[in-house]
């Protein structure tokens, strides 16, 4: 059981909006800690997507962005493609520990 | 250019030891924290613990703590993640990753180490 919740898969169309929820609680995300986004594309290493809630990395498209609110999180990718088909992890911070979420398979319709 | 190598594939049988490693070039190797994260077939993502090369402060998630082993040779600016005696549950795939301190994201991954323990 992960620290960190995250709805096991989302999906949408090509185009549209998707929304991937992280819920932590007071000892993380509402302790004011941030949240980081990792992609891990089918087969590959996962791969740093957005940092400190909401800064995206270079490379990283604008359709990627991210939110924090008390002890919630949010991934937002618009403009849905095929090669956002993967897998999305959100990370934080407990206990003095790094913690990650259970991940959230997106699939592309 | 960051780089985090990790070694190949392994093979071993249940009772064996294993000693895998993560090279890193590209950057200054004891100014940042190395992790060590578990992902099994199927599964998410867990981490293990950290290490700082700088000094060898090592720091382990309760889940593995006395599980395995991390540590680091900094002349050769590679980490390591060790087991004394392998299980068919340590099956999975191992990767390393580089942050800069606390909570600071991982900004460079390796490309994983395939663990397979079987009988």
């Known amino acids: 059981q992960s620290v960190l919740t995250q709805p096991p898969s989302v999906s949408g169309a090509p185009g549209q909006r998707v929304t991937i929820s992280c819920t932590g609680s007071?000892?993380?995300?509402?302790?004011?800690?941030?949240v980081h986004w990792y992609q891990q594309l089918p087969g590959t290493a996962p791969k740093l997507l957005i940092y400190?809630?909401?800064n995206r990395p270079s490379g990283v498209p604008d359709r990627f962005s991210g939110s924090k609110s008390g002890t919630s999180a949010s991934l937002a990718i618009t403009g849905l493609q095929a090669e956002d088909e993967a897998d999305y992890y959100c990370q934080s911070y407990d206990s003095s520990l790094r913690v990650f979420g259970g991940g959230t398979k997106l699939t592309v319709l | 250019e960051v780089q985090l190598v990790q070694s190949g594939a392994e093979v071993k049988k249940p009772g064996e030891s294993l000693k895998i490693s993560c090279k890193g070039s590209g950057y200054s190797f004891t100014s940042y924290w190395i992790g060590w994260v578990r992902q099994m077939p199927g599964k998410g993502l867990e981490w293990m613990g950290i290490i700082y090369p700088g000094d060898s402060d090592t720091r382990y998630s309760p889940s593995f703590q006395g599980q395995v082993t991390i540590s680091a040779d900094k002349s050769i600016s590679t980490a390591y993640l060790q087991w004394s005696s392998l299980k068919a549950s340590d099956t999975a795939m191992y990767y390393c990753?580089?942050?800069?301190?606390?909570?600071?994201?991982?900004?460079?991954w390796g490309q994983g180490t395939l663990v397979t323990v079987s009988s």
């Open positions: 007071s000892s993380n995300i509402g302790a004011g800690y941030d």
């Open positions: 990753a580089r942050h800069f301190s606390g909570i600071q994201p991982n900004d460079y």
């Open positions: 400190g809630n909401s």
